[in-house]
């Protein structure tokens, strides 16, 4: 708790309660608690769920406008479908009765209900359009985080594999012993070839060692 005393001060938690701006308490582990996380608008187990409360899902609103529009063109055709029945049971009853005028009235009521309905839908799909055009930013915002990220990754995962590069140790002065084009890695190795190369980083040295009676092989001087 001593690493979150600064969240127990008072100056925090007015700064805190007058902040204009709604405030996410995630401080500490979801089993602390301090006066900040009493004061703040909400309170968040750990950090990365206060950002998902910040933060609202594009899916989900993407979602819930679908869900809405078929919501209201649902009840557009149940509507208009009633209404239409109406009109035929009108109908027959209107014999004694002017039915154009009776129609005329009904068509009226019917086009004036399908604009109200056409109103409030345009008004609903405009109220969340500043909202789907938020979560996209930050959607896009995200996805172009996560690609540098990955991109700086693969650039020290690249650095790292040129470091482990054999011909960059021979730009460091070092040479390799080849047999064969096989590395041999030790000097008990290199006993049992009598013909090696050897490669520097400005080209190759094919060499030969000495046999018991002190001659190179079968021929008569190495190639140094």
């Known amino acids: 708790m001593?690493?979150?005393?600064?969240?127990?001060?008072?100056?925090?938690?007015?700064?805190?309660?007058?902040?204009?701006?709604p405030v996410i308490s995630a401080v500490g582990h979801e089993t602390?608690?301090?006066?900040?996380?009493f004061v703040a608008d909400r309170r968040a187990a750990t950090p990365s769920?206060?950002?998902?409360?910040a933060v609202p899902d594009l899916r989900e609103i993407l979602a819930g406008l679908d869900g809405m529009r078929q919501h209201l063109q649902t009840a557009l055709s149940q509507h208009l479908q009633e209404t239409r029945l109406a009109l035929m049971t009108l109908e027959k009853r209107l014999a004694a009765c002017d039915p154009n005028q009776r129609l005329t009235a009904l068509e009226k009521r019917l086009g004036g209900a399908k604009m109200r309905l056409e109103h409030q839908m345009s008004q609903r799909i405009s109220a969340l359009t500043p909202r789907?055009?938020?979560?996209?930013?930050?959607?896009?915002g995200a996805?172009?985080?996560?690609?540098q990220r990955k991109t700086e990754r693969l650039h020290r995962q690249k650095l790292h594999l040129q470091a482990l590069n054999p011909e960059k140790v021979l730009e460091r002065g070092y040479a390799l012993v080849l047999d064969g084009g096989?590395?041999?890695?030790?000097?008990?190795a290199a006993r049992t070839h009598p013909q090696m190369t050897i490669r520097f980083r400005d080209g190759e040295m094919r060499v030969m060692q000495p046999n018991k009676e002190g001659a190179?092989?079968?021929?008569?001087?190495?190639?140094v």
Do not use: H
Not at 49 to 53: F, L, S, T, V
Not at 182 to 188: C, H, N, S
């Open 132 to 140: 789907l055009g938020m979560a996209r930013i930050r959607l896009d």
């Open 143 to 147: 996805a172009e985080q996560n690609l």
């Open 216 to 223: 190179y092989g079968s021929e008569k001087e190495a190639d």
């Open 49 to 53: 769920n206060a950002a998902e409360m």
């Open 2 to 21: 001593e690493d979150l005393w600064a969240f127990n001060e008072e100056i925090v938690a007015r700064a805190i309660y007058d902040c204009p701006i």
């Open 182 to 188: 096989r590395v041999l890695p030790d000097r008990e």
């Open 32 to 37: 602390d608690f301090t006066i900040a996380d």
